[in-house]
């Protein structure tokens, strides 16, 4: 089977995901086998999550195993200080994210993963309340940032690759904390799975069916609704919810879950995505409801939903630029400020004047080409700002007298003693985040 399923692939170069363990050491094997038959290129990722003193011993196994069947070896280490909190789930992470910073741009991550871990996530799935989306658990084949995980032996159960690897009289590692039933996916593995198995023979097999109904039917649910989205979404990702009120509920929550869902991060919960809908689409017009959603949030400007990554607070930020023949790098990855002849005109400072930067200013401002002062609130206003945007542009300050919001407005000071001088704010900053994938 793993044979027909990886001839499908363009790539014929793979990385497998080797615990050490009964199913990944059969999938390393299966692949040996392949290998002598055909040509595809194997490597092989060990991460030691360091939880027992048998670690490092598990490490020096696949050394071996890998070294005598000349295959390229990569072992890391996760060391996690808090083993209280949510273990497996931290684990998790941290194992996907160190596997995908090592996984080639033309590499296929495999992984041993078998019916038997189906049914163990879909329980887990269940436990936690998880709609069609997540009974789905694991696909065959999974988008992985831009690469691709293939899970060969779905089908399989582990009474089949055991009796597979006893017949091939193969070594593997028997991971005792296995029967440690404190974790969630242990307990559901050791005490409830087999006491359906003894009541129901054919239980496993339902159960993965089930999950392939899930797959389905979410499927043809987000090929309807990516039809919707797309006339829904505006040009800078935001999410017209305009007519909202009109539509029924059940339809608004499967659009903004959608929705989410194309920001690739860890889908939230049906709690979550009900109380996005109840704040954003029935708060008062004039409020600025917010929903955190992990490092994002989710706001509402006018009639729109925006998805956004929280940034720090500026709103004590003062910055000097005492010398401003250079350039002033600005916090939370917001480009710089620069004197040249591209930028926004403004009265220069004085000698005795110090030029400084601050992100907040409360109160009247009377800006140029206008008779009147406003308040800067209706301003940013007026002028489209969202509100969580409006402390994150450069206020620039002679002293304490305010005088422009760099890109946005000039204020209008009454003093023509002044020279003019020019500044940009540009952010030509190469962003540390343009290839990296955030697995959960």
């Not at 692949?31 to 490092?56: D, F, P, Q, V």
């Not at 741009?105 to 069609?132: A, M, V, W, Y």
Request: aromatic fraction near 12%; proline fraction near 3%.
């Amino acid at each position: 089977m793993i044979k027909e399923i990886i001839s499908q692939y363009q790539n014929k170069s793979f990385l497998v995901a080797y615990s050490g363990g009964l199913d990944s050491t059969v999938l390393l094997y299966k692949l040996l086998e392949i290998k002598k038959k055909y040509y595809i290129k194997i490597r092989a990722i060990h991460i030691n999550h360091n939880l027992t003193l048998l670690s490092k011993k598990w490490s020096e196994h696949c050394k071996k195993i890998c070294n005598i069947n000349h295959i390229p070896l990569i072992v890391e280490n996760i060391n996690i200080k808090n083993k209280t909190n949510n273990l497996e789930e931290k684990l998790r992470i941290k194992r996907y994210n160190i596997i995908y910073n090592h996984l080639f741009s033309d590499e296929i991550l495999l992984t041993g993963h078998h019916i038997n871990d189906q049914c163990e996530t879909f329980f887990l799935s269940l436990k936690r309340g998880s709609g069609p989306t997540g009974l789905s658990s694991m696909s065959f084949e999974t988008l992985f940032g831009t690469k691709k995980i293939v899970r060969p032996f779905l089908k399989k159960t582990k009474i089949e690759l055991q009796t597979w690897a006893k017949k091939k009289k193969l070594h593997w590692i028997e991971d005792f904390s296995n029967l440690n039933i404190d974790y969630d996916r242990n307990f559901i593995r050791n005490e409830v799975i087999p006491i359906l198995e003894k009541r129901w023979s054919y239980f496993l097999k339902n159960c993965f069916r089930t999950t392939i109904i899930c797959q389905q039917e979410t499927r043809l649910l987000n090929d309807f609704l990516r039809e919707r989205i797309y006339k829904l979404i505006k040009f800078d990702d935001s999410l017209n919810i305009e007519n909202f009120k009109n539509i029924k509920q059940e339809m608004c929550t499967a659009l903004i879950r959608y929705w989410i869902l194309l920001k690739k991060i860890k889908m939230p919960s049906y709690k979550n995505i009900q109380c996005i809908y109840r704040q954003m689409i029935f708060s008062r017009i004039d409020s600025n409801p917010k929903i955190i959603l992990g490092k994002h949030e989710v706001r509402r400007y006018k009639q729109s939903l925006h998805f956004i990554k929280t940034q720090p607070s500026l709103k004590n930020t003062l910055l000097f630029w005492h010398k401003n023949n250079i350039k002033l790098t600005l916090p939370n990855n917001l480009g710089y400020l620069i004197k040249n002849n591209n930028g926004t005109v403004l009265p220069g400072p004085k000698e005795n004047e110090l030029i400084n930067i601050r992100f907040q200013y409360e109160g009247y401002v009377l800006i140029l080409g206008r008779s009147k002062k406003r308040k800067i609130k209706k301003i940013w206003q007026e002028k489209n700002i969202p509100p969580w945007l409006r402390n994150q542009i450069p206020l620039l300050f002679y002293n304490n007298y305010f005088i422009s919001a760099i890109g946005v407005f000039v204020v209008n000071i009454k003093n023509k003693n002044r020279t003019k001088c020019i500044i940009s704010w540009q952010n030509d900053l190469k962003s540390t985040t343009n290839n990296f994938f955030s697995f959960y």
